[in-house]
């Protein structure tokens, strides 16, 4: 049995908070580096050093690489998203895949209250507007948060987390989900069709799939509410960018808030060019709490599969 654990990459200054745990529980660690590698690059380094499990945090690990070692007994993600692993390989070989599904939830749909405030109040054009030398306060057309409806596409923990603090503002939050529970506490289930339709405010907290990519697509922006906001922290190919950008040309959109984006790192010209647009680099999953428990907790689930114990939280393997 191999006692080596490899770190495919990581979001973060340095692996110690990983290393700690496991080299404490006897496993050496080794790290890939820091940026993302290929999918090539993974599977080269699986090869060298055949470890007992694989942890991961963007890096692809493809179903070459979880073939790639004999020794292979986890896959745990450092996040919550499995689209960068090759889940069906991995189960083909009776390997649980986890990942750290709740870490985030209060950071993330701040960062979507955020971008809604953010909007409503002008906070970003304003601050543009008198950095450039513009005082203009006559040109605010500023909305009242509270009067507003929010659509969530997605009410799993962060959507809930989401709708909470929409509705301590006074808002009217609408969802649609394929698993919405039977009370949603005065949030209004409904079609994607008629969320679209009736919202001031989409966002989206829904996994990336084949069934959600491009979901939002021009056909889908435009059944939103002329002038609307289209929010996205969640994953960046269910939104078709270019659609995005010819709605927020013509108007159709009054405001994009992409905190991801499908062609991450890159970032189209043309999304850049619109001043409607509101941009951060993927990183409403962050904070100072956040990440630290999200660091802990995948390290320890490895940990734990190897000393024998079922994983905490498999999503592959249900009686793992």
Known sequence: MSDTIFLTDYAWPDDSVER???????????????????????????????????????????????AATPHLKIVARLGVGLDNIAVEAA???????????DYCVEEVSDHAIGFALAWTRG?????????????APADARLRRLGSLTCGLIGYGRI????????????CRV??????????????EAVDLGDLLVQSDIVVIHAPLTD?????????????MKPGSLLVNVSRGAIVDTEAVVEALQSGRLGGAALDV???????????????SAMLTPHVAFSSDASLL??????????????????PRHPCNLRNA
Do not use: Y
């Not at 080299?23 to 055949?50: D, K, N, Q, Y």
């Not at 906070?123 to 005082?135: E, H, I, P, T, Y």
């Not at 069934?211 to 059944?223: G, K, N």
């Open 20 to 66: 700690a745990i496991i080299e404490s529980a006897g496993l050496r660690l080794v790290s890939g580096p820091a940026s993302p590698a290929s999918a090539s690059s993974i599977e080269a380094l699986v090869r060298v050093h055949s470890p007992a499990g694989i942890l991961t945090c963007w890096a692809p690990v493809s179903a070459q690489a979880i």
């Open 91 to 101: 189960t083909a070989r009776n390997i649980p895949v986890t990942n750290v599904p």
């Open 123 to 135: 906070l970003v054009q304003f601050d543009r507007a008198v950095r450039a030398g513009r005082w």
């Open 159 to 170: 959507g809930r987390a989401t709708a909470r603090k929409f509705a301590a503002f006074g």
């Open 174 to 187: 609408l969802a649609n989900d394929p698993f919405m529970p039977a009370d949603a506490g005065g949030v």
């Open 211 to 223: 069934a959600t990519h491009h979901l939002i697509d021009r056909a889908r922006l435009a059944r």
């Open 261 to 275: 984006i499908e062609s991450e790192p890159a970032v189209p010209s043309a999304l850049l060019e619109q001043p």
């Open 293 to 310: 428990e999200l660091r802990k907790r995948a390290a320890e689930e490895v940990v734990r599969v190897l000393r024998g114990e079922a």
